[in-house]
């Protein structure tokens, strides 16, 4: 069973930055495809930003494009969301997802593809 757990959210202000971390249970850590998404009040879950095995290949959404990076750490099961200059829009709870590929090459921002799904964690961001 994977079990993925995120944590780093909270409130910061407009321009600020906020780093996310997800660990990932599970031996075959490095054969699953990381994605965050985000989900804001009234609206649907939507992609943020995506991680092949290595970390070599990532694809964003155009809205974080330029401000967020999205990183893993396969030694320690981890993956991480760094979040700079944010804007209030950013507001929202941010779930950390996985899926089993075999193909080194895989991406997806389609959340159907995610199989596995941490809690979320609430980022605010204020103007």
């Known amino acids: 069973q994977v079990q993925l757990v995120e944590s780093g959210g909270g409130q910061v202000q407009a321009g600020g930055s906020l780093r996310l971390s997800c660990a990932v249970s599970?031996?075959?850590?490095?054969?699953?495809?990381m994605g965050w998404f985000r989900q804001a009040p009234g609206k649907e879950r939507e992609f943020v930003a995506t991680?092949?095995?290595?970390?070599?290949?990532?694809y964003y959404a155009l809205s974080v494009k330029g401000r967020f990076t999205f990183s893993r750490d396969n030694a320690e099961n981890t993956v991480y969301l760094q979040m700079n200059s944010l804007k209030p829009e950013d507001t929202a709870v941010y779930y950390c997802?996985?899926?089993?590929?075999?193909?080194?090459?895989?991406?997806?921002?389609?959340?159907?593809?995610?199989?596995?799904w941490g809690q979320g964690t609430q980022v605010t961001v204020s103007s």
């Open positions: 991680i092949n095995w290595s970390g070599g290949s990532t």
């Open positions: 599970g031996r075959t850590f490095r054969r699953y495809v």
């Open positions: 997802a996985a899926y089993y590929s075999g193909s080194y090459y895989s991406l997806s921002s389609k959340k159907n593809d995610y199989g596995y």
